[in-house]
């Protein structure tokens, strides 16, 4: 649990291409709350009664942490980090010069690379069981929109961008209507791919209804300028954020 605490240990990495689960860590984390005693913590002058303590290094990692903003022990928050007031669950890792912005939550296990944003009230949600399973995965450079909610262990690629209300879960379809014929995937979201949210009809019993999909509208230029690359995109499939 310390050597998660420190980033020296991840849950998951990525080896060759592929993300890879450490199923020791999370065992690790779940018998740690076996073993921990719910017992009362103030921190700041706030009262809380739970079993993890929250994390207390914020100075000597080079983190900014705006009240009330909390990270739980047993998370990792990288040099440059900003946390606003939301919440980073344990064994979460967090990349460098990533902001976790308003109400953000990122859940247990779920890996955040680095320049990532992820705006206010983003939801990524926790995967510690059962522990082989992958958590979810932000790569590098990605910009996660308002009120976005990724779950079950759905990855989302290095650059890509995804407009406020998009829900992506691992049954969730995401399909690419760039050409002439829609290509369907889930569970992943291209590096650089631009998602907006969409409909899909389904004829049910009932009646013809709309069930959520995720559109892949385009695609994210590389550049070397990645905050002018973003502004572009935003602009060009005219995303609010």
Not at 36 to 50: I, N, S, T, W
Not at 216 to 233: A, F, P, Y
Request: aromatic letters at 6%; a negative charge.
């Amino acid at each position: 649990m310390a050597a998660l605490d420190r980033g020296e240990r991840r849950v998951a990495e990525q080896l060759d291409g592929e993300w890879v689960v450490d199923v020791d860590a999370k065992l690790a984390i779940l018998e740690f709350f076996r073993l921990r005693k719910v017992e009362p913590m103030q921190v700041g002058g706030l009262q809380f009664l739970d079993k993890i303590p929250v994390k207390t290094d914020y100075a000597e990692r080079g983190v900014r942490v705006v009240p009330p903003g909390v990270a739980r022990y047993g998370s990792f928050l990288s040099e440059g980090v900003v946390l606003m007031p939301g919440y980073v669950n344990i064994g979460a890792w967090v990349g460098p010069r990533t902001m976790v912005d308003t109400w953000a939550t990122v859940g247990s296990c779920a890996q955040i690379g680095a320049d990532v944003h992820l705006s206010g009230g983003v939801g990524i949600g926790g995967v510690l069981e059962p522990p082989q399973a992958s958590p979810v995965v932000i790569e590098d450079g990605a910009f996660v929109g308002s009120r976005v909610i990724v779950v079950e262990g759905v990855r989302v690629g290095a650059g890509a961008v995804i407009a406020p209300n998009v829900v992506l879960s691992a049954s969730v379809p995401i399909i690419d209507v760039t050409g002439p014929e829609p290509v369907e995937r889930r569970g992943v979201v291209p590096p650089r791919a631009v998602v907006l949210p969409g409909v899909r009809q389904k004829d049910f019993p009932a009646g013809r209804y709309g069930l959520p999909c995720a559109l892949i509208v385009g695609e994210r230029s590389e550049s070397t300028d990645l905050k002018t690359s973003l502004n572009d995109v935003l602009r060009e499939f005219e995303i609010a954020v």
